[in-house]
C-alpha cells in the first residue's frame, strides 16, 4: 500500500490535522463537569433562572453556528492551514479567559452580570473555534488523504473528537477527586478549563509544521506548491503532475462557482446530513449523561462511571468505523447505524413509557451511542468532506456544518422541556428520526467509496 504514497507523511499531517478534533471534543464536553460549579458560583448569587443557567451551559453552541458558518469564509481566504491556526488561538484564549473570566476587566471571585457575559464570550470565542475546527479538519485531511484511505484518515478526526471527551471526563474527574465541593465550586472549575490550554498551544504549534492543501494551492494559483505538496504525498513526480492535472480541470473549469453551481441537490444532501446527525439525539446522551443516569437512580459517582463507560464504548466502536469504513463503503454503514440507533431509541421509550429503570436502559442507551459511533458520527464528517466538488468545498461545507450546529443547539437547548412533558415521547422522537436518516441515505445520498474528489464533480455534473 505504502509504494503508491508516503504513508508516513499522509499519518504524520492527518495526526496534527486530528489534534483539532481533540480539541473540538475537549471543548464541548469540558462544561459537564464544571456546569454544577458555574450555577454555584454564578447563576444562584445572582438569582438567576435555570433558562439563564442552561443558557450558559450551552453558549459555546452559538459560537460553533458563527464558526461554522465563517468557515468556508476563511478556508477560501486564509487557506485550510492558517484556518486551523486561528482555530488553536482562538482554543487557547477561551480555555485561559473562561478559567479566569475576572481577568482585565473584574475583582477575582465576586459574581457580577458583568461576569457572567464576560464568561459567556470567553465560552462563545471556544464555540467558534469548535465551528472552524469541525469544518477545516475533515476538509483539509480530505484534501490531502488519497482516495482509498481517505474514509479511514477522515474517520480520524471523529475518533479523536471522543477521545478528547474522554480526555476531559478523567482530566474533570481527576481535578475534582477528593477535593470538597468548596474547593470545586470556587478553583476547580477553573482547572478544569484552563487545562485546555495545553492541548491549544501544542496544536497551534504543530499547524506550524504542516504544509497546505494542494487544492487549495492550486485554487490559489500556486501550482509550483501544489506539485510540492503532492510530489510528497505520492512519493511520486509523475504521479503527483497526473493528479495535479486533475486539480487544476476542476477547479479552473468555471471562474466564479455559484453555490449552486452543481445543482441544489448536492447542498440539501450535505445540509441533511447534518441535519439528521444532530436530530437522533446523540448530543443529548452525550452532554446530559451523567443526569441522564441520575434520573435513573445511579447514585452520583456511579453516573460519572457510567458516563466513562459510555466514552470507552463510543472510542471502540469508533474503531470499527475506521477499520469499515474504507471496505464496507458509506452507505452500508450509516443504514446499519440508523437501524441499531432506531431499535436503542424506541426500546429506551417504551421503558421510559412503562417507568421501568435500570440495566436494561444502560444496555440500550450503549446499543444507541455504538450503533451511532460505527456510522454517523465519523462517516456524517467523511461524506461532508468529500461529497462537495473541489470548487464549491469552502463555501458548501460552511453551510452544512453551520447547520449542523444549528440542529444540535435546537436538540440540545429543547430537551430538558419534552423530558418535562415526556421522555417516553421525546426518546420515540428521536428513534423516528433514525428510522427518517436510514430512508435518506438509502434513497438520496451517493456512495463515494474510492472515488477521487475529482471524480465528485463529474458525478453532480450528472
Known sequence: MSKNYNLTYIIGITLVATLGGLLFGYD?????????????????????????????????????????????????????????????????????GSGYPEALFFTYGKPTMGLLLMFNFYRIIGGIGVGLASAVCPMYIGEIAPADIRGRLVSWNQFAIIFGMLVVYFVNWGIANGETIEWINDIGWRRMFISEAIPAGLFGLLVL???????????????????????????????AKKILMEIKETVTETTHASIFSYGKVVIIIGILLSVFQQFVGINVALYYAPRIFESMGAAKDASMLQTIIMGLVNVIFTVVAIMTVDKWGRKPLLITGSIGMAI??????????????????????????????????????????????????????????????????????????MMEFSGGMTYGFYGLMAVLSAVFVWKMVPETKGKTLEEMNKLWKK
Open 28 to 96: 464541548t464536553a469540558v462544561i459537564s463537569g464544571a456546569e454544577k460549579s458555574i450555577q454555584a458560583f454564578l447563576i444562584k448569587p445572582l438569582g438567576l433562572s435555570t433558562f439563564i443557567h442552561g443558557a450558559t451551559v450551552s453558549s459555546a453552541l452559538i459560537g460553533c453556528i458563527i464558526g461554522g458558518a465563517i468557515s468556508g469564509f476563511f478556508s477560501n481566504r486564509l487557506g485550510r492551514r492558517k484556518s486551523l491556526l486561528a482555530a488553536a488561538v482562538l482554543f487557547f484564549l477561551s480555555a485561559v
Open 209 to 239: 509544521c504542516v504544509p497546505e492543501t494542494p487544492r487549495y494551492l492550486t485554487m490559489v494559483k500556486q501550482d509550483e506548491k501544489a506539485l510540492g505538496v503532492l510530489s510528497k504525498i505520492m512519493n511520486n513526480k509523475e504521479k
Open 344 to 417: 436503542g431509541m424506541f426500546a429506551i421509550s417504551a421503558l421510559s413509557f412503562n417507568n421501568i429503570i435500570g440495566i436494561s436502559t444502560l444496555v440500550f442507551i450503549i446499543i444507541y451511542t455504538a450503533s451511532f459511533m460505527m456510522s454517523w458520527g465519523p462517516i456524517c464528517w467523511v461524506l461532508i468532506s468529500e461529497i462537495f466538488p473541489n470548487k464549491i468545498r469552502g463555501q458548501a461545507v460552511a453551510i452544512a456544518v453551520a447547520a449542523q450546529w444549528a440542529a444540535n443547539y435546537l436538540i440540545s437547548s429543547t430537551y430538558p422541556s
